[in-house]
């Protein structure tokens, strides 16, 4: 059984029923009156002269589920709502927008946030209260909602100067907090102070940084990795390797159906907060392939097919783009789908497999999973490794290839049972930028691993957003149940290029090129801050909310800013056009002040200044009809090694000559780059030097390196 589609009642069906997203529909037959963004609501709320109570969540959020058990399906409560405000719901990944603004207002006022989001704020949208989860009652748990809806109500009416005054003085605060004074260009010291103050918050023994609630932030292994590549410095790569090892050990790896959980509760990352987001499978993809070309360690290969495994399995929709999101809950309760008694365990792979499974999963009849508000042991498990199947090998006098194929045969039947149970929902709409990572893992991992079948889904994910999340050029963010909407985010484009950009190198076709060219200008014309410089998050034709924000940190994604300094190099480099360039730089120095307060917030962005800091190389493969099987040899030995300061061109009239897009119409420099000697010829330039050609991967490694 799988919950696919969320369901309705029927009854009381408030201003949410002819929404498409899966979070609003969710909510569409609670007591409460609920609308969602947009004119009416606000128009009510001015007119009834009532503060506007604003919820943000998303569809597989499980603290969203329990306030939403409690609080909005309670009748007392709708009444109370109903009664004294008017209510929106809005769901953060379809508005990110929206999100972004009134998340940073929770941060100011209360020093954190999260999900669920509960905002109050005046008819005109300027808020004055914020918080996240809030139980219905006051106890031990905080703050009940009961009480909050009571005292704002209070407030309102005998000390509504105060608050409007608060309101003002916070929108006045949101305004300014996108507004930098512009610095230098950052040079190579920007890059060790991120290193190292990444090194003072790694966790030596367990991997990751920080030590609660622990997040894979895989833009944090990519800047390690480049760090690694660009200095030589060894503990980078071994925070990488670490990191990677552990979480693929842990509980927050799905060892039975593949794919990630979103993060740990705890330092070893065995417990996991159960939902699995495309994102995470989609960076963690780049991560693990990246530090294979690094290392060459078969498992970092292993690790990626079999996230792309679970996504195309089970996150692809059948007109091939992807899904968003999978549930933590199941039949109300988290982790359900995932957990196993070791009863069950032995009942499904006999007593002797069963033990050895057991054993090497951490798997005991007291369980391992603890019940969240007693913190008893439930006699359920979480599956997890705290060794590696060397380790195990050791220990238990087996050979690693018969242990793993022992393993293996054990989880196919327990996958199998699984499938039988109830499923967590699943957000089945399709988002342009978190398809963008997809597309940009897929083509990566088929370039590195010569699986064609992953950039054939990458294709036919880039073919979807063509076809159906366009309108007029510009694209849309959102695609459920037929209906494109909501204007395209910086995400969305910067995503999309850069999955563009790795289908181009997985294919050479001009086409992808191309494409991206097209989508950076429109960034430039519609997003860019023509009188301070940097992104904003929404483009100029777009009704603002509240504030237009430009932001570069990064969070549990990277931020559009961050990425698009990496595209921009990236195209600078394969192009010649000094424009990018020069929109590097601007963008830049914009956040320079701010990355030098706090680098390790912006790795991402510090990936694209390691590329830009050089050295840096643009390089040209040339061959005719007569070499194709030569440039396939070099381009598939050259994928396999770590690169991320190359860009590869292909200049060749064979059958790897790509579309009807004339290559030396996007890139300056073709003409002259020919073959020599009637062999694969390599022209390499970087730096301000162009090198004499050469005719093997041997002499193209020996000028990069």
């Known amino acids: 059984m799988s919950k696919n589609t969320p369901q309705t009642a029927g009854k009381n069906q408030n201003h949410l029923k002819n929404e498409k997203s899966p979070y609003l529909l969710q909510h569409a037959d609670n007591p409460v009156d609920w609308y969602p963004w947009g004119d009416q609501a606000f128009k009510k709320a001015k007119s009834e002269n009532k503060p506007i109570f604003l919820s943000i969540g998303y569809s597989t959020c499980h603290w969203c589920h329990v306030m939403a058990r409690e609080s909005f399906q309670d009748p007392e409560i709708g009444d109370l709502m109903n009664q004294i405000f008017v209510s929106v719901k809005v769901d953060r990944e379809e508005r990110p927008d929206i999100d972004s603004v009134y998340m940073t207002a929770c941060q100011m006022i209360t020093g954190s946030g999260g999900w669920p989001l509960t905002i109050?704020?005046?008819?005109?949208?300027?808020?004055?209260?914020?918080?996240?989860?809030?139980?219905?009652?006051?106890?031990?748990?905080?703050?009940?909602?009961?009480?909050?809806?009571?005292?704002?109500?209070?407030?309102?009416?005998?000390?509504?100067?105060?608050?409007?005054?608060?309101?003002?003085?916070?929108?006045?605060?949101?305004?300014?907090?996108?507004?930098?004074?512009?610095?230098?260009?950052?040079?190579?010291?920007?890059?060790?102070?991120?290193?190292?103050?990444?090194?003072?918050?790694?966790?030596?023994?367990?991997?990751?940084?920080?030590?609660?609630?622990?997040?894979?932030?895989?833009?944090?292994?990519?800047?390690?990795?480049?760090?690694?590549?660009?200095?030589?410095?060894?503990?980078?790569?071994?925070?990488?390797?670490?990191?990677?090892?552990?979480?693929?050990?842990?509980?927050?790896?799905?060892?039975?159906?593949?794919?990630?959980?979103?993060?740990?509760?705890?330092?070893?990352?065995?417990?996991?907060?159960?939902?699995?987001?495309?994102?995470?499978?989609?960076?963690?993809?780049?991560?693990?392939?990246?530090?294979?070309?690094?290392?060459?360690?078969?498992?970092?290969?292993?690790?990626?097919?079999?996230?792309?495994?679970?996504?195309?399995?089970?996150?692809?929709?059948?007109?091939?783009?992807?899904?968003?999101?999978?549930?933590?809950?199941?039949?109300?309760?988290?982790?359900?789908?995932?957990?196993?008694?070791?009863?069950?365990?032995?009942?499904?792979?006999?007593?002797?497999?069963?033990?050895?499974?057991?054993?090497?999963?951490?798997?005991?009849?007291?369980?391992?999973?603890?019940?969240?508000?007693?913190?008893?042991?439930?006699?359920?498990?979480?599956?997890?490794?705290?060794?590696?199947?060397?380790?195990?090998?050791?220990?238990?006098?087996?050979?690693?290839?018969?242990?793993?194929?022992?393993?293996?045969?054990?989880?196919?039947?327990?996958?199998?049972?699984?499938?039988?149970?109830?499923?967590?929902?699943?957000?089945?709409?399709?988002?342009?930028?978190?398809?963008?990572?997809?597309?940009?893992?897929?083509?990566?991992?088929?370039?590195?691993?010569?699986?064609?079948?992953?950039?054939?889904?990458?294709?036919?994910?880039?073919?979807?957003?063509?076809?159906?999340?366009?309108?007029?050029?510009?694209?849309?963010?959102?695609?459920?149940?037929?209906?494109?909407?909501?204007?395209?985010?910086?995400?969305?484009?910067?995503?999309?290029?850069?999955?563009?950009?790795?289908?181009?190198?997985?294919?050479?076709?001009?086409?992808?090129?191309?494409?991206?060219?097209?989508?950076n200008q429109d960034l430039k014309d519609h997003f860019w801050d023509h009188d301070e410089g940097a992104f904003f998050f929404t483009p100029d034709y777009t009704k603002e909310v509240l504030v237009r924000q430009k932001k570069a940190y990064d969070t549990a994604l990277p931020s559009g800013n961050s990425v698009e300094m990496l595209n921009l190099e990236r195209l600078y480099l394969l192009t010649g056009n000094t424009k990018n360039k020069e929109t590097t730089l601007a963008l830049e120095r914009y956040f320079s002040s701010m990355i030098e307060r706090s680098p390790s917030a912006f790795t991402m962005f510090l990936a694209g200044t390691a590329l830009k800091l050089g050295p840096s190389f643009e390089i040209v493969i040339s061959g005719n009809n007569n070499t194709n099987e030569e440039i396939r040899a070099m381009l598939n030995a050259a994928a396999k090694e770590y690169l991320p300061n190359c860009v590869f061109i292909l200049n060749s009239d064979g059958i790897w000559k790509s579309d009807d897009i004339r290559l030396n119409e996007l890139i300056a420099n073709l003409e002259g780059k020919t073959m020599i000697n009637n062999q694969v010829t390599a022209y390499v330039c970087g730096n301000g030097t162009c090198y004499p050609p050469v005719n093997s991967l041997e002499e193209l490694l020996d000028i990069i390196n």
């Not at 089945?428 to 088929?446: E, F, R």
């Open 120 to 519: 109050i704020m005046t008819p005109d949208l300027k808020p004055f209260f914020a918080g996240t989860y809030f139980p219905k009652e006051s106890g031990g748990r905080g703050a009940g909602l009961r009480d909050l809806i009571l005292n704002v109500n209070d407030l309102w009416h005998n000390n509504k100067d105060d608050l409007l005054k608060s309101a003002d003085d916070l929108t006045s605060s949101l305004k300014k907090i996108s507004h930098f004074e512009p610095g230098d260009e950052l040079g190579e010291n920007i890059l060790k102070q991120a290193y190292q103050s990444l090194l003072d918050n790694f966790d030596d023994e367990y991997g990751g940084f920080g030590d609660y609630q622990k997040f894979p932030t895989p833009h944090h292994l990519l800047f390690l990795l480049r760090y690694w590549k660009l200095t030589e410095e060894a503990n980078a790569l071994t925070m990488v390797e670490k990191t990677l090892d552990a979480l693929v050990q842990g509980g927050v790896y799905d060892h039975i159906g593949f794919g990630f959980h979103r993060y740990s509760v705890d330092r070893q990352w065995i417990l996991p907060h159960f939902e699995k987001m495309l994102y995470d499978q989609a960076l963690l993809v780049i991560a693990y392939t990246e530090a294979y070309q690094a290392t060459r360690k078969k498992e970092y290969r292993e690790t990626a097919e079999e996230i792309l495994e679970y996504v195309l399995r089970d996150m692809r929709s059948p007109e091939g783009a992807f899904y968003s999101a999978e549930d933590a809950d199941s039949e109300w309760e988290e982790g359900k789908f995932y957990l196993w008694t070791k009863g069950e365990i032995i009942e499904l792979l006999g007593e002797d497999n069963g033990e050895l499974f057991c054993q090497i999963y951490n798997v005991s009849f007291e369980g391992n999973f603890k019940e969240e508000a007693t913190g008893q042991k439930t006699g359920k498990n979480v599956i997890y490794r705290n060794k590696s199947w060397d380790e195990l090998s050791s220990q238990l006098e087996k050979t690693p290839e018969e242990l793993w194929w022992k393993m293996e045969s054990a989880r196919e039947k327990l996958f199998n049972a699984r499938e039988k149970r109830v499923h967590p929902h699943k957000d089945d709409k399709i988002l342009t930028d978190w398809n963008g990572l997809i597309i940009a893992a897929l083509a990566l991992a088929g370039k590195v691993y010569g699986r064609e079948d992953y950039v054939l889904a990458a294709k036919e994910a880039l073919d979807f957003i063509k076809n159906h999340m366009q309108i007029e050029g510009r694209l849309m963010h959102r695609w459920r149940d037929g209906e494109a909407a909501v204007d395209g985010n910086l995400d969305d484009y910067a995503y999309l290029i850069w999955g563009l950009l790795e289908l181009y190198a997985a294919t050479f076709k001009s086409e992808y090129l191309s494409m991206a060219l097209k989508l």
